[in-house]
T-cell receptor, first 112, second 115 residues
Framework: GNSVTQMEGPVTLSEEAFLTINCTYT??????LFWYVQYPGEGLQLLLK?????DKGSNKGFEATYRKETTSFHLEKGSVQVSDSAVYFC???????????FGKGTMLLVSP | NAGVTQTPKFQVLKTGQSMTLQCAQD?????MSWYRQDPGMGLRLIHY???????DQGEVPNGYNVSRSTTEDFPLRLLSAAPSQTSVYFC??????????????FGPGTRLTVL
């Protein structure tokens, strides 16, 4: 079956530090990969996506590259801000399917 | 567009009570899903629907029922609430596209406590 594994948190960083949150997956076929973000007290928002190998998704300074050879989709940001404090979820969906398989989430805490 | 709406935002039940969590979307999306979020578990799929009149089970369906009589609405019913169903419930919808993925839009969630 499909599964997503992401690094456990919380990840605690100072403002302007470099961020990496690791995500690896197991899936049959060729999944699409996503990062969702959940700010405190809110629902999930799509942060970025990639639909095929070597695609790079990017949004709001965050980036992730779909690496089929290592089955990974690591999230990176060069300089985090306090407002980036949230829970980040890596997820996948198989082509043609409408439902997501999520990782357990990684909490990011950024201090001034 | 209101997007995906959920009611209520908060609910407290006693063990054995029943209730319905409401979900509606105004984007004419074919696909709708229910997830539950528990600490350290991420989000897990409860039930989903690929169109009006069609539903299927997800990863954790026991204790929940769904129906999809219209494209807009996808209520989740708890038949006899148990403390293990204490969770935050999210509804999501997505539309059929010609691309490789369907972006899912999430509602704000319902926080349910079962005593």
């Amino acid at each position: 079956g499909n599964s997503v594994t992401q690094m456990e948190g919380p990840v605690t960083l100072s403002e302007e530090a470099f961020l990496t949150i690791n995500c690896t997956y197991t899936a049959t076929g060729y999944p699409s990969l996503f990062w969702y973000v959940q700010y405190p007290g809110e629902g999930l928002q799509l942060l970025l996506k990639a639909t095929k190998a070597d695609d790079k998704g990017s949004n709001k300074g965050f980036e992730a590259t779909y690496r089929k050879e290592t089955t990974s989709f690591h999230l990176e940001k060069g300089s985090v801000q306090v407002s980036d404090s949230a829970v980040y979820f890596c997820a996948l969906t198989r082509t043609g399917y409408s439902t997501l398989t999520f990782g357990k989430g990684t909490m990011l805490l950024v201090s001034p | 567009n209101a997007g995906v709406t959920q009611t209520p935002k908060f609910q407290v039940l006693k063990t054995g009570q029943s209730m319905t969590l409401q979900c509606a979307q105004d984007m004419n999306h074919e696909y709708m899903s229910w997830y539950r979020q528990d600490p350290g578990m991420g989000l897990r799929l409860i039930h989903y629907s690929v169109g009006a009149g069609i539903t299927d089970q997800g990863e954790v369906p026991n204790g929940y029922n769904v129906s999809r009589s219209t494209t807009e609405d996808f209520p989740l019913r708890l038949l006899s609430a148990a403390p293990s169903q204490t969770s935050v419930y999210f509804c999501a919808s997505s539309g059929k596209t010609a691309g490789d993925y369907n972006e899912q839009f999430f509602g704000p969630g319902t926080r349910l406590t079962v005593l």
